[in-house]
T-cell receptor, first 114, second 112 residues
Framework: DAMVIQNPRYQVTQFGKPVTLSCSQT?????MYWYQQKSSQAPKLLFH???????NEADTPDNFQSRRPNTSFCFLDIRSPGLGDAAMYLC?????????????FGPGTRLTVT | SQQGEEDPQALSIQEGENATMNCSYK?????LQWYRQNSGRGLVHLIL?????REKHSGRLRVTLDTSKKSSSLLITASRAADTASYFC????????????FGKGITLSVRP
């Protein structure tokens, strides 16, 4: 089945220690998104790629970066995680960024910062 | 910034009852989407309604959209325990480059 896969499902890192979360998709979608979701809150868009074009949200901290080496994979790098970065990180894809495309989400990676 | 606001924040019903959840938003939209999220999982797309549509059905789901009131409702009929989840509305604001903005969500509990 075509899907969005996130690894690992649970990640524990130390304060200040860089961490990378990965996302892959078999849907061959042009767009890949990264969201941060804290407990009982709305998913918050960090950035997205349309093909190789990177689109950062204005309020995404510089601590968060992303790479998309090919259509299938996208990575979220947190350079120096703080306690406030503990959250669920959701990867999503969509066929295009036109107005009427639904997004397909992976299961998420829950990040704990100790 | 948060666009959608769901109401109520939490809803508990008995299996077999209908569940109605509401979403209000602030600006003009291209479409409104509803997603479901089971505990600790990713979101699953349920239904998309375009700004020129008033009502849409999908199985046990019925979505309405009132652009004059900037509101939408999601009705789940004949609820099941498996419908227990959080439900989010997400809006695609006009001119926002198709970015989806999610509300905080409604927690639905369906008691067996």
């Amino acid at each position: 089945d075509a899907m969005v896969i996130q690894n690992p499902r649970y990640q524990v890192t130390q304060f200040g220690k860089p961490v990378t979360l990965s996302c892959s998709q078999t849907l061959n979608h042009n767009v890949m998104y990264w969201y941060q979701q804290k407990s009982s809150q709305a998913p918050k868009l960090l950035f997205h790629y349309y093909d190789k074009d990177f689109n950062n949200e204005a309020d995404t901290p510089d601590n968060f970066q992303s790479r998309r080496p090919n259509t299938s994979f996208c990575f979220l790098d947190i350079r120096s995680p703080g306690l406030g970065d503990a959250a669920m990180y959701l990867c999503a894809t969509s066929r295009d960024t036109g107005a009427f495309y639904e997004q397909y989400f992976g299961p998420g990676t829950r990040l704990t910062v100790t | 910034s948060q666009q959608g606001e769901e109401d109520p924040q939490a809803l508990s019903i008995q299996e077999g009852e209908n569940a109605t959840m509401n979403c209000s938003y602030k600006t003009s939209i291209n479409n409104l989407q509803w997603y479901r999220q089971n505990s600790g999982r990713g979101l699953v797309h349920l239904i998309l309604i375009r700004s020129n549509e008033r009502e849409k059905h999908s199985g046990r789901l019925r979505v309405t959209l009132d652009t004059s009131k900037k509101s939408s409702s999601l009705l789940i009929t004949a609820s099941r325990a498996a419908d227990t989840a959080s439900y989010f509305c997400a809006t695609d604001e006009t001119g926002a480059n198709s970015k989806l903005t999610f509300g905080k969500g409604i927690t639905l509990s369906v008691r067996p």
